[in-house]
């Protein structure tokens, strides 16, 4: 084999090892206010971010359409993730929140983890991206 060939195939071995450990996450979302329209915002966070807006470590906006969407995140590294979904009726990328701190846009979390006197646990959130699958994550907006 000539050098440059076994360069070509070491690199496309790599590369096929490293899309190997990459797994889809899907977020079924329902209970979206259609008339309130603006983004879905769905996203995972690593423990350390949860729930933090604008520090997810890996999230998508998509334009409400419907009452029930779905959000695809595609190539998640494999591991634990916190899940989480809003509708940003008014667009500004922000989870707008009222004077005690609650959410007053809709919002939903993986495992339908409950809002108590704040945004609930890393662990009653918790999703595992498993390698070549695709984790589906249904979450009621409330």
Not at 32 to 58: L, R, S, W
């Amino acid at each position: 084999m000539t050098k440059s060939f076994k360069i070509i195939l070491w690199l496309m071995l790599f590369a096929a090892s490293a899309q190997a450990q990459t797994g889809n996450v899907l977020f079924k979302v329902k209970g979206i206010k259609t008339a309130k329209a603006g983004n879905i915002a769905a996203g995972i966070f690593v423990k350390e971010n949860f729930p933090e807006v604008g520090k997810q470590f890996k999230g998508k906006d998509i334009k409400v359409k419907a009452s029930e969407m779905e959000v695809l995140l595609e190539d998640v590294p494999v591991g634990i993730y916190g899940a989480v979904v809003y509708q940003d009726t008014d667009s500004d990328q922000e989870l707008d929140s009222n004077f005690m701190g609650f959410p007053k846009e809709p919002i939903g979390f993986a495992n339908n983890a409950k809002i108590r006197f704040g945004p609930p646990k890393f662990e009653d959130a918790a999703i595992e991206v498993t390698e070549g699958k695709t984790t589906i994550v249904e979450i009621n907006l409330k």
